[in-house]
């Protein structure tokens, strides 16, 4: 398996020539492989976004907590999480994807 800190974004490398660690940051909320998803996203989030909190949201940050799941959740966060959840897999899907026309191994 190769080290994290020595996976790069095959995406990014052919299409930017730029090298970045392919994380789940990069992977969520900057590989231009995931634009459509997360402008979808942005697009059909607004007003959820609104009644979340501080702007400081993340895709990843809509997971809840075994704690959080002790309270009933709002019908607004039950749908951002849905949301969220599906966006998360179509960027990953692409991912895969891309990964599998290229036969790369990482």
Known sequence: KTPIDERTCNYCELNTN???I???????HFC???KGPRDKFQNLSGNLLNNVGNGSFNLASTFM???D?????SDEDVSL?????????KIYRLTLNFKESLNVDN
């Open 32 to 34: 231009p492989l995931g």
């Open 65 to 67: 907590s075994q704690s």
């Open 81 to 89: 999480i849905k949301l969220s959840t599906s966006t998360i897999n």
């Open 18 to 20: 730029q090298l970045f």
């Open 22 to 28: 392919e994380d789940e940051n990069h992977m969520l």
């Open 69 to 73: 799941c002790k309270n009933t959740p």
